[in-house]
T-cell receptor, first 114, second 111 residues
């Protein structure tokens, strides 16, 4: 089944404790993105990747890192999480550039930073 | 920054009625997409309409785009309880690699 998977689905952590949210897609898509969703603000793009080893900042990259060492994986790294990073996070992939093609979203990761 | 703004923020209708949601944006675009999100879940793509298109249909969905008014509308005909969800428009504001989402319309379809 074609899908985007994220792990973990739920995470409660404390300020400053490094964490990684994994994202994997099995559709051989070149383009992948990370978004955060906050009440009243819709989804905001954190980072995106056009291919292996090619990444760029979205609208809200501060406090996040990403890497794309393999085509299928696009982990999101929070080196020192803070409470304002409490949010619902989505990974997405698409076969063509993000703005011109259907994006396939993962199920989401609900992160709480205490 | 938010490019798309949906209107209304919330909509409650009876099953069988039509639901219309609107999206306005500020700068020129190449494409506009609509997505649906069931409570707390991932988004599902509904329709993509290009800037040179004025209307597009997919099943019970009809999307229009008016680039002169920088607005789009999503019409769901003969709504069902299963259509209860949040609906978002998204535009490629600055580049084809970025997608800017609006804050969404919450639709409730009462059985």
């Amino acid at each position: 089944e074609a899908q985007v998977t994220q792990n973990p689905r739920y995470l409660i952590t404390v300020t400053g404790k490094k964490l990684t949210v994994t994202c994997s897609q099995n559709m051989n898509h070149e383009y992948m993105s990370w978004y955060r969703q906050d009440p009243g603000l819709g989804l905001r793009q954190i980072y995106y990747s056009m291919n292996v080893e090619v990444t760029d900042k979205g609208d809200v990259p501060e406090g996040y890192k990403v890497s794309r060492k393999e085509k299928r994986n696009f982990p999101l790294i929070l080196e020192s999480p803070s409470p304002n990073q409490t949010s619902l996070y989505f990974c997405a992939s698409s076969p063509r550039p993000t703005g011109v093609d259907t994006q396939y979203f993962g199920p989401g990761t609900r992160l709480t930073v205490l | 920054s938010q490019q798309g703004e949906e209107d209304p923020q919330a909509l409650s209708i009876q099953e069988g009625e039509n639901a219309t949601m609107n999206c306005s944006y500020k700068t020129s675009i190449n494409n506009l997409q609509w997505y649906r999100q069931n409570s707390g879940r991932g988004l599902v793509h509904l329709i993509l309409i290009r800037s040179n298109e004025r209307e597009k249909h997919s099943g019970r969905l009809r999307v229009t785009l008016d680039t002169s008014k920088k607005s789009s509308s999503l019409l769901i005909t003969a709504s069902r309880a299963a259509d209860t969800a949040s609906y978002f428009c998204a535009t490629d504001k600055d580049s084809s690699y970025k997608l800017i989402f609006g804050s969404g319309t919450r639709l409730l379809v009462r059985p």
